[in-house]
């Protein structure tokens, strides 16, 4: 079946650096999605993608659709401490609205 | 946009009991979903609500451990029967179609976190 495999695991950077994380498919996707879970909350959507080499912004947060349709970035510029969070890519798989998730990437920030 | 609330926000539960967990939308949406996250672990389907008839489940999940209703376009409930510790998760409800939310973009109640001693 699909999968999505996410990297890095986790990330412990420094105010201000810039981070990036990817997501890689077995299969074909027609949407990328990314989400933002905080302790306690459910995942909140950030940006959603759905053309292949599509660049799109949320304010610090650019992510990109990869060409080959496979994986998909995820970049934040100029990190704060309120960016800790877990972050997933999902994908539709079959149809009917069904995600699936990668493995998430847990990032620290120190202030 | 849609709005999703959830009850309860956590519980903590004895096992061999069962717990029904309260999904509301506050507009009408195509689709609703319910997801589990175990401990520090990713999301993952256990089946989709469909309006006024069974819900359809994933590999792995079945109707006797987690019986689901959707009896209109705004609300859901997921049961976790005859709970045992390897139940305790955050248990969230997903919704598509949503008024402010296009139609591929599911978003999330705020979970359930249950936990079975």
């Known amino acids: 079946g699909q999968q999505l495999n996410q990297s890095p695991q986790s990330m412990f950077i420094q105010e201000g650096e810039d981070v990036s994380m990817n997501c890689t498919s077995s299969s074909i996707f027609n949407t990328w999605l990314w989400y933002k879970q905080e302790p306690g909350e459910g995942p909140v959507l950030l940006i959603a993608?759905?053309?292949?080499?599509e660049l799109t912004s949320n304010g610090r947060l650019t992510a990109q659709f990869g060409i080959t349709r496979k994986d998909s970035f995820l970049n934040i510029s100029a990190s704060i401490p309120s960016d800790v969070g877990i972050y997933f890519c999902?994908?539709?798989?079959?149809?009917?609205?069904?995600?699936?998730f990668g493995q998430g990437t847990e990032l620290s920030v120190k202030p | 946009s849609a709005v999703i609330s959830q009850k309860p926000s956590r519980d903590i539960c004895q096992r061999g009991t069962s717990l029904t967990i309260q999904c509301q939308v506050d507009s009408q949406v195509t689709m609703m979903f319910w997801y589990r996250q175990q401990p520090g672990q990713s999301l993952t389907l256990i089946a989709t609500a469909n309006q006024g008839s069974e819900a359809t489940y994933e590999s792995g999940f079945v109707i006797d451990k987690f019986p689901i209703s959707r009896p209109n376009l705004t609300f859901s409930t997921l049961t976790v029967s005859n709970m045992s510790p390897e139940d305790s998760s955050i248990y969230l409800c997903?919704?598509?179609?949503?008024?402010?939310?296009?139609?591929?973009?599911?978003?999330f109640g705020q979970g359930t976190r249950l936990t079975v001693v």
């Open positions: 993608l759905y053309k292949a080499g």
């Open positions: 997903s919704a598509l179609g949503g008024p402010g939310h296009g139609s591929t973009e599911a978003f």
């Open positions: 999902a994908g539709p798989y079959n149809q009917g609205g069904k995600l699936i």
